[in-house]
């Protein structure tokens, strides 16, 4: 079974990647039809879906900063959302209760509520999965989504302590100690090193550490993964611990969209409720749109964060197995929401992925909703003098601004989507702002003067320094650009728009063999 299962996985990831869309939308389709052939779940494969969510929130919290969510952007937003989307979700099922003569709709006011609290949520394994596969963890909008996120998180385990009448125990006092825990483990990762004891230090502080203690207090495990994936945020290494257990990660997590495909067999009026609710999801995101623009977020911005958070949230399953158990609901909701839930992911994937296709095509539709004035997080950039922009300020890009600085009289400026690397340069002593190549405004608005020589596209996405020398082209820059490349098809691709590219691999062994050669006639010299 579990070879089969595999394969299926495989078969259906594979064959939804060619068509454009995530793999997890296969992995979804594998659990189904693994489960409409009778077969029955592996084990172990629950403990598998644990692990992957628990070692996702503990990537999570590597990357946050726990003083972005007290912006009113985050816990404001939140709020609000989760307010008006409880409100419409009740409305509607109670008007299904009356309208619609089905016992699946048979429930009390106090559930109707319950299972709307349930659906305002979104998913955070999805929303995660998005965001790191477009590279953008780090982005202002995908910030923004993470932190949304989070605040659900909490408000769920707050829900699900009162719920389950377990409350914390009398150890919980101990968290007050996290300060010095937090001295602890940045020890502990001094000393490992960069081999295997970094992965398995990062299972031992998710798993052993994080969510075993956050257990024994009376605290909802998966929040304690969070919890010490924050504390070690500010670690040096926090970037390289991620690193090292993202396929391990991204491995477990398949289980985990294998799972939720697999909760239970529809019939034909549970597949109806289902796709019911999936047809409301256009209002639950245009919800968050609405409110995103309120707190003066731009209609970019607002429409990503939106379209990420697009779903169902598997908190939404947690909810219903509560209520079957304690016979508030019919045991048909259980997969009713199952269904919903999976639906929702494969329905948003390709709206999340192009998202930028759809705000340049409905670009004067969304601009209604936009405010006169900005988030100040949220601004367009001003170039003033410059005569050198870098954009991408990872490893090459801060070699390449290190190197050209000198040339044009420090008349120069690196722009990077990563608000904490664009800290860290600022730190360093470089003229870096943050900002996102890949955002179509960003061309249309960017405010470069006449003084504008050279543009270096440096960043390491491909496809971001082929959409920015595309936008470079349509924006009529009288300026040279040059972009990096890993591959000769990058450096063909990048040519047909005529820039000219830097291949960092043949490059790097150019460089090198220069560095022999010199190191070779210095010592026949001496």
């Known amino acids: 079974m579990l070879v089969t299962l595999v394969?299926?996985?495989?078969?259906?990831?594979?064959?939804?990647?060619?068509?454009?869309?995530?793999?997890?939308?296969?992995?979804?389709?594998?659990g189904f039809v693994f489960n409409l052939s009778g077969f029955e779940s592996p084990d172990g494969l629950s403990m598998i879906s644990q692990l992957g969510v628990t070692l996702l929130l503990f990537s999570?919290?590597?990357?946050?900063?726990?003083?972005?969510?007290?912006?009113?952007?985050?816990?404001?937003?939140?709020?609000?959302?989760?307010?008006?989307?409880?409100?419409?979700?009740?409305?509607?099922?109670?008007?299904?209760?009356?309208?619609?003569?089905?016992?699946?709709?048979?429930?009390?006011?106090?559930?109707?509520?319950?299972?709307?609290?349930?659906?305002?949520?979104?998913?955070?394994?999805?929303?995660?999965?998005?965001?790191?596969?477009?590279?953008?963890?780090?982005?202002?909008?995908?910030?923004?989504?993470?932190?949304?996120?989070i605040m659900q998180d909490i408000f769920a385990v707050i829900f699900l302590t009162?719920?389950?009448?377990?409350?914390?125990?009398?150890?919980?006092?101990?968290?007050?100690?996290?300060?010095?825990?937090?001295?602890?483990?940045?020890?502990?990762?001094?000393?490992?090193?960069?081999?295997?004891?970094?992965?398995?230090?990062?299972?031992?502080?998710?798993?052993?550490?994080?969510?075993?203690?956050?257990?024994?207090?009376?605290?909802?495990?998966?929040?304690?993964?969070?919890?010490?994936?924050?504390?070690?945020?500010?670690?040096?290494?926090?970037?390289?611990?991620?690193?090292?257990?993202?396929?391990?990660?991204?491995?477990?997590?398949?289980?985990?969209?294998?799972?939720?495909?697999?909760?239970?067999?529809?019939?034909?009026?549970?597949?109806?409720?289902?796709?019911?609710?999936?047809?409301?999801?256009?209002?639950?995101?245009?919800?968050?749109?609405?409110?995103?623009?309120?707190?003066?977020?731009?209609?970019?911005?607002?429409?990503f964060?939106?379209?990420?958070?697009?779903?169902?949230?598997?908190?939404?399953?947690?909810?219903?197995?509560?209520?079957?158990?304690?016979?508030?609901?019919?045991?048909?909701?259980?997969?009713?929401?199952?269904?919903?839930?999976?639906?929702?992911?494969?329905?948003a994937a390709p709206f999340s992925m192009g998202s930028e296709q759809i705000y340049k095509r409905y670009k004067n539709f969304w601009n209604v909703f936009q405010k006169s004035v900005y988030h100040p997080r949220d601004q367009l950039i001003q170039t003033g003098e410059a005569r050198i922009l870098v954009i991408g300020m990872g490893r090459v890009g801060c070699g390449a601004y290190d190197k050209l600085a000198s040339y044009f009289d420090q008349k120069i400026i690196g722009i990077e989507h990563n608000a904490l690397r664009v800290k860290q340069q600022r730190e360093a002593g470089r003229n870096v702002v943050h900002g996102d190549a890949t955002d179509t405004d960003f061309w249309s608005k960017l405010k470069t003067g006449t003084t504008l020589e050279l543009i270096v596209l440096a960043m390491p996405n491909h496809r971001s320094n082929i959409y920015a020398a595309q936008q470079i082209v349509r924006s009529n820059l009288s300026c040279k650009v040059v972009a990096i490349a890993k591959f000769e098809s990058e450096v063909d691709e990048l040519g047909a728009l005529g820039v000219p590219s830097f291949n960092i691999y043949s490059e790097a062994g150019s460089s090198l063999a220069r560095h022999a050669l010199d190191a070779v006639e210095d010592r026949v010299r001496a």
């Open 162 to 303: 009162v719920s389950e009448a377990k409350y914390p125990t009398v150890w919980a006092l101990s968290l007050l100690l996290l300060p010095v825990i937090r001295k602890i483990m940045f020890k502990l990762l001094d000393a490992v090193g960069h081999g295997e004891l970094l992965v398995l230090s990062g299972l031992f502080f998710a798993l052993g550490a994080g969510f075993e203690y956050f257990s024994l207090i009376g605290i909802k495990g998966d929040l304690g993964a969070l919890v010490f994936g924050a504390l070690l945020a500010s670690h040096p290494k926090a970037g390289d611990l991620s690193k090292s257990l993202f396929s391990f990660k991204e491995l477990m997590l398949v289980g985990f969209f294998l799972s939720i495909g697999m909760q239970g067999l529809p019939t034909p009026t549970i597949i109806f409720v289902s796709l019911f609710l999936c047809a409301l999801l256009p209002f639950k995101t245009f919800f968050y749109y609405l409110i995103l623009e309120y707190f003066g977020l731009r209609a970019r911005t607002s429409l």
């Open 60 to 149: 999570i919290g590597l990357k946050l900063d726990f003083k972005s969510l007290a912006n009113n952007e985050i816990w404001g937003v939140s709020l609000a959302h989760i307010f008006t989307s409880t409100l419409f979700y009740a409305g509607v099922l109670w008007l299904s209760k009356v309208l619609i003569p089905s016992t699946i709709f048979d429930v009390s006011p106090f559930v109707i509520v319950l299972v709307a609290f349930a659906l305002s949520f979104s998913s955070t394994v999805y929303a995660v999965k998005v965001l790191e596969d477009r590279d953008d963890m780090r982005a202002f909008y995908g910030k923004v989504a993470i932190g949304i996120l």
């Open 7 to 30: 394969g299926l996985a495989f078969l259906f990831g594979l064959i939804l990647k060619r068509v454009g869309l995530p793999p997890m939308v296969g992995f979804l389709l594998a």
């Open 305 to 347: 964060v939106s379209l990420n958070l697009a779903t169902y949230s598997e908190f939404a399953l947690i909810v219903a197995a509560l209520s079957v158990m304690k016979g508030w609901l019919p045991v048909d909701w259980l997969i009713i929401m199952a269904i919903s839930v999976s639906a929702s992911f494969a329905l």
